[in-house]
């Protein structure tokens, strides 16, 4: 089954590409920020809502991570 096709998934995807995008662009800031336009600026993109909304992000770990877990 394709992730696209399972909410949980699409989400676990969504939120671990955020947090990479955000680890990347403080390791090595030259990689994701030469590109803010075209379909590479997607990284930039996640990168920045990582750096923003980084304590609505942890949360949503967190609650992934329960959900993963103890729910299913």
Avoid: H
């Avoid at 096709?5 to 990689?31: D, E, G, K």
């Avoid at 379909?39 to 992934?64: D, N």
């Amino acid at each position: 089954m394709l992730a696209i096709f399972n909410l949980q998934s699409l989400l676990t995807i969504l939120l671990l590409s955020i947090c990479t995008c955000t680890y990347l662009r403080q390791l090595v800031p030259s990689i994701i920020d030469r590109n803010k336009v075209g379909p590479l600026g997607t990284f930039w993109k996640l990168a920045r809502i990582g750096e923003r909304k980084s304590p609505y992000v942890s949360f949503c770990c967190f609650a992934m991570a329960f959900s993963i877990l103890f729910w299913t």
